[in-house]
């Protein structure tokens, strides 16, 4: 557990966590120019607050579980939160992620969990993989490209998040992007987008019960 004081790691990553392992962040700083906790195998992370300063990931999970409820995670050309193996799972529900990069990265067919939070990076959130993110709130900002993008596997976008992004607020090329909820601009491009030229994208927009909002 982390409370207080400061971690400087240089080039090296600054936390290993290993196995079956649980680390807790509750305050502090945590710096590195590679990454800023490395959770491989079932570990877990758990972040209520603090400062992670990486170059790399902040955070690099394989296959445990992470909960960020807190604190602020800052990453230079890397992914803030990298989600890397098909049974990690990353659940955010308050904290602030920035960077240069993807603000959630899912690699493979792990799962991501966004019900809070302020995500503020050039990619908000990036479904790679054929994994699943769900977004019920909180605020995604794609600084220099789209909020939400979506390459193969699932995103479901509920409830009263608020989604913006640059040239595409959401899109998807190869996977399914359902909207049932929220809030969703591009300032430069197009609110919600499908990369359909071969039929194999699917976009749903709107239910009986709700209907989003998707504004250009």
């Known amino acids: 557990v982390l409370t207080t004081g400061t971690i400087e790691a240089g080039e090296k990553n600054a936390i290993s966590n290993n196995t079956n392992a649980t680390f807790e962040m509750n305050g502090g700083t945590i710096t590195s120019e590679a990454q800023g906790i490395n959770s491989i195998n079932t570990a877990k992370v758990i972040v209520k607050g603090g400062k992670i300063e990486t170059v790399q990931n902040a955070i690099y999970n394989a296959a445990g579980t992470v909960e960020i409820k807190g604190g602020t995670l800052t990453s230079g050309s890397y992914a803030v939160v990298r989600n890397n193996e098909d049974t990690g799972i990353i ?124 504004n250009t």
């Open 91 to 214: 659940n955010i529900s308050a904290g602030t992620l920035k960077g240069e990069s993807y603000g959630v990265y899912n690699a493979k067919a792990g799962t991501i969990n966004v019900s809070g939070g302020t995500i503020q990076c050039r990619d908000g959130v990036y479904n790679n993989g054929k994994g699943t993110i769900n977004i019920t709130n909180g605020t995604i900002t794609g600084t220099g490209a789209q909020g939400v993008r979506v390459g193969t596997g699932t995103v479901n976008i509920s409830g009263t998040p608020k989604i913006t992004g640059t040239t595409f607020g959401v899109s998807v090329t190869t996977g399914t992007l359902k909207i049932t909820g929220g809030t969703i601009v591009a300032t430069e491009g197009i609110g919600a987008y499908a990369y359909n030229a071969d039929k194999v994208a699917t976009l749903t927009i709107g239910t009986d019960e709700a209907t989003p909002s998707v």
